[in-house]
């Protein structure tokens, strides 16, 4: 295994996979918990990722296995978790956080890949495992519940309400 490449795109990346699993989830220790458990895996399967798309395959990683979660405790309101902000936090990221709770997991992954990592549909199609039709149909159902039920947050991806 060629650690050194390994250990270099894994400083590179963790950043950007730590905030797109934050955003995914809401909760910093779940986020941290599953970039630690993607870069292991990438780490395991590094030969055949190596020449090709880590990154995508620890942003599937890391969606699949939050969805995962979510499915295993459906008692747990998600909102309780990703609407909790401290007082310290900029407005903005009070904003995002409350707005990705309105979504359902398979809606706030589509969203975050799409219009945050800022991957093509055929990319987040790829990442999830998904097709584009079903990519253009969670985004297109993410961004109503916005539109109605957070608008501000619109204008932080590009979008008008």
């Keep these: ?4 490449g390994f250990t270099e795109w894994a400083v590179g990346r963790q950043r950007q996979l730590l905030r797109s699993a934050y955003l995914l989830t809401g909760d910093l ?3 941290e918990d599953l970039v630690q458990e993607a870069l292991t895996k990438v780490a395991l399967r ?48 009070l904003v995002v956080r409350r707005a990705l709770a309105r979504l359902t997991p398979s809606q706030r992954a589509v969203l975050v890949l799409r219009h945050l990592e ?16 079903t990519v253009k149909s969670q985004n297109a159902a993410a961004l109503a519940r916005l539109r109605t039920g ?6 932080l991806i590009g979008r008008t309400p």
């Design 1 to 4: 295994m060629d650690e050194q």
């Design 29 to 31: 220790h779940r986020a």
């Design 46 to 93: 590094w030969p055949r990722l190596a020449d090709g798309n880590p990154t995508a395959y620890a942003l599937r990683i890391i969606a699949r296995d939050n969805i995962s979660w979510w499915r295993r405790r459906r008692d747990v309101p998600t909102e309780s978790v990703l609407d909790a902000g401290t007082s310290d936090e900029p407005e903005v990221a």
């Design 118 to 133: 800022d991957l093509t549909e055929r990319e987040t199609a790829d990442v999830l495992g998904i097709s584009i039709g």
């Design 150 to 155: 957070a608008p501000e947050l619109l204008s």
